[in-house]
């Protein structure tokens, strides 16, 4: 009989040499066999398997002579780079719903936020906070000129002074040394609408000098886009670094039809040896706040300033001429084509047009007594709205070009109000409608716009391509089903399609389901 001490030194010998531990014979965690590989370069697809071990994508080829702890065979479905959301608003709602359902549902793993000026006001505690939270995608940020210039200056419309700007200078450098991807400008936005070229140039030059890109909600959408893409376009000469133009779109039913013009200042730009280029949401509506029908001037100082100002029947008059004046610039007969996303002060109005909340309010169908009850919005602490104010041709138009991004321009979810249905099915609706269905791109450009192109201008190199020693950020789905289910009048629908995700080699959805994994981390400039 063998003593209890050498049957002990024989199981320990065991292990070492692999025996009776099936874990430690395995080649990789997570094999995924019989996909159709498209690695996120614009290639085309081909049939292989691909390894996962220890987060990082191990092997891709012929695997099937391999063993995995979990092996899942995909069934001939598409094996892509998980897709990166250039243009996010998580900043609050990621703590509040941290598994980030409506993004993961809809196949993205990694998000770019603080878009549009507006970031976290301390990069380096917003991102110990996901740290500690525990989040299931990837989050990198830009930091945000209307962020920086409220800490440095307030919500006012002043001059700026040199003490101003080298407060702002230092904010910027700061965000850069705490890992922001870049700047971003919100140039419709408080206070960024009262900024002069020369004081986002400088915050530019900043970011420039850590590697970092400019991306900018340009100063109009609108009757005056040429001047804010040539804007754009000039801050990125002047700092030297790359541009990235947010949701790229012409806006208000006078500039229907401007796309050629619009996309050529863009062309011209690249021609000329400049990195521009451009991010687009599928869909013809935005959403922004109610807030923006307001005059610039009559904005400065935030919502406080603005009821003092409506309280002057003198000063309330001369908004009210500006707005109707500007309503008829984009040849709006009323404002039908506004549709409040939020109200809190009456969730009634939630998915209602302001036509059809003045009918509410008893008032006639008249521009004059909308503007009223546009006032009266904001004056109740103002809404979240969505603006059907763009032409599908436009649309179309744009995502033919192939240096054009996809950017859901949305927080995370939680399934309250009318939001805009592109926070659950922008990728989705990309594959479906415009690449499957309309066939203006193909399956590979859209990946390659979704992955690789992405994490090349943010510079995150570690993401956006299926290649050995990469992370292991993948998606796998059917492109003859998937899907965007999301609609305006009925926004909470996650997308089908996607069936199994992994965000840094974990299953955060397994055949179609959230696992509640959180196995995202914080991206910094080079991750």
């Known amino acids: 009989m063998f003593s209890r001490k050498q049957i002990l030194i024989a199981f320990i010998l065991s292990l070492s040499l692999g025996k009776f531990s099936p874990l430690a014979a395995q080649d990789y965690d997570i094999l995924l066999l019989n996909g159709r590989i498209i690695n996120g370069a614009g290639n085309a697809w081909f049939y292989g398997d691909l390894g996962i071990k ?37 900043e609050g709602s990621i703590f509040r719903r941290p598994t980030a359902d409506n993004f993961i549902y809809d196949g993205v793993t990694t998000i770019i936020t603080g878009n549009c000026g507006s970031a976290s006001d301390d990069l380096a505690d917003f991102f110990r906070k996901l740290d500690s939270a525990r989040v299931s995608i990837n989050v990198a940020s830009l930091a945000g000129h209307n962020t920086i ?9 002043l001059p700026i002074t040199e003490m101003h700007q080298r407060k702002m200078d230092s904010l910027m450098a700061k965000a850069m040394q705490d890992g922001a991807v870049g700047l971003s400008t919100g140039l419709i936005y408080l206070p960024g609408m009262y900024a002069q070229t020369s004081e986002v140039v400088s915050l530019a030059k900043v970011a420039a000098t850590y590697g970092g890109v400019y991306a900018s909600h340009i100063r ?3 009757g005056k886009v040429a001047e804010a893409i040539d804007e754009a376009i000039e801050i990125g000469r002047q700092a030297k670094l790359p541009v990235q133009i947010s949701h790229f779109k012409v806006a208000g039913r006078a500039n229907w039809g401007r796309s050629t013009e619009t996309l050529g200042y863009i062309k011209k730009a690249r021609e000329e040896g400049y990195d521009v280029t451009i991010d687009q949401y599928p869909y013809t509506a935005s959403s922004t706040n109610l807030n923006t029908q307001l005059p610039d001037w009559a904005q400065s100082g935030g919502l406080d300033s603005i009821r003092k100002r409506l309280s002057d029947p003198v000063i309330k ?24 996303a939020r109200h809190e002060a009456d969730s009634s109005y939630n998915g209602k047009s302001i036509t059809e909340i003045n009918q509410l309010k008893g008032r006639k169908n008249k521009v004059k007594e909308e503007i009223k009850t546009v006032l009266e919005l904001i004056h109740a602490g103002g809404a979240q709205m969505v603006y059907h104010s763009m032409n599908e041709n436009d649309l179309r138009y744009f995502m033919a070009y192939p240096h054009n991004m996809i950017g859901a321009d949305a927080g995370v979810s939680d399934g309250t109000g009318m939001p805009h249905p592109r926070g659950y099915g922008s990728n ?8 499957r269905e309309e066939k203006i791109i193909t399956l590979e450009e859209a990946i390659r716009r979704m992955t690789s192109l992405a994490a090349q201008k943010f510079n995150l190199p570690s993401r956006g391509l299926l290649l050995e020693g990469k992370a292991a950020d993948i998606v796998v789905f059917d492109p003859a089903t998937v899907t965007d289910k999301a609609s305006f ?25 959230h696992t509640g994994a959180k196995t995202g981390r914080v991206l910094r400039k080079g991750d």
């Open 54 to 90: 220890a987060g990082k994508i191990a092997a891709i080829g012929q695997l099937k002579n391999k063993t995995a702890t979990k092996t899942i065979d995909v069934e001939n479905r598409v094996i892509a780079p998980g897709f990166i959301d250039v243009h996010g608003h998580i």
């Open 317 to 340: 008059a001369r908004i009210e001429k500006e707005m109707q004046a500007n309503l008829k610039r984009n040849n709006y007969p009323n404002y039908s084509y506004a549709v409040v």
């Open 220 to 222: 109009s959408e609108g």
């Open 149 to 157: 210039r409220r800490q440095a200056v307030g919500l006012e419309n």
């Open 489 to 513: 009048t009925h926004p909470h629908q996650f997308s089908e399609g996607f069936q199994w995700i992994l965000v840094n080699g974990e299953l955060v959805l397994e055949n179609g389901k």
């Open 428 to 435: 989705a609706r990309v594959l479906g409608k415009y690449v």
